[in-house]
């Protein structure tokens, strides 16, 4: 789910400035989990992932989240890494347990700070295996 301001592809667009969020305005307004679906264009090997929450304001900070890879956007198996973020505006690495191919990845925000029921994000970025 997004909010019309706050679309996926600002969580991938490389400037800080713009964001994801999730709905957070309106009727029956989702609560958690949140998760973006994000196709890479074409098959790499990945050793993780680094997620920048937003910048201005705090509203939607994850605290804790899983993170899928697929090859076809359809199966996506166990968890490739799973965890919990501090809380604070500071990049987060997630790291893979093993360097994992995939040509799609869901990132799944499974609960927020302050009991809130909206997630957010700047910037999501794959880290390449060397």
Same mark, same amino acid.
């Given at each position: 789910?997004?909010?019309?301001?706050?679309?996926?592809?600002?969580?991938?667009?490389?400037?800080?400035?713009?964001? $994801?969020? /999730?709905?957070? /305005?309106?009727?029956? *307004? &989702?609560? =958690?989990?949140?998760?973006? *679906?994000?196709?890479?264009?074409?098959?790499?090997?990945?050793?993780?992932?680094?997620?920048? &929450?937003?910048?201005?304001?705090?509203?939607?900070?994850? /605290?804790? =989240? !899983?993170? =899928?890879?697929?090859?076809?956007?359809? /199966? $996506?198996?166990? &968890?490739?890494?799973?965890?919990?973020? !501090?809380?604070?505006?500071?990049?987060?690495? *997630?790291?893979?347990?093993?360097?994992?191919?995939?040509? =799609?990845?869901?990132?799944?925000?499974?609960?927020?700070?302050?009991?809130?029921? $909206?997630?957010?994000?700047?910037?999501?970025?794959?880290?390449?295996?060397?």
């Amino acid at each position: 789910s997004e909010n019309a301001d706050g679309e996926a592809s600002n969580a991938v667009d490389g400037f800080e400035d713009t964001l $994801w969020h /999730s709905r957070w /305005s309106g009727e029956d *307004v &989702p609560g =958690y989990p949140h998760e973006l *679906v994000i196709e890479l264009g074409e098959t790499m090997e990945l050793t993780g992932l680094t997620v920048l &929450p937003r910048q201005v304001g705090i509203n939607g900070w994850i /605290s804790e =989240y !899983e993170v =899928y890879v697929s090859q076809d956007g359809k /199966s $996506w198996g166990a &968890p490739a890494a799973k965890g919990a973020f !501090e809380r604070s505006k500071e990049r987060k690495t *997630v790291q893979f347990a093993n360097p994992t191919t995939c040509r =799609y990845l869901r990132f799944v925000a499974l609960k927020g700070f302050d009991n809130q029921v $909206w997630a957010s994000l700047a910037e999501l970025e794959v880290v390449l295996a060397k």
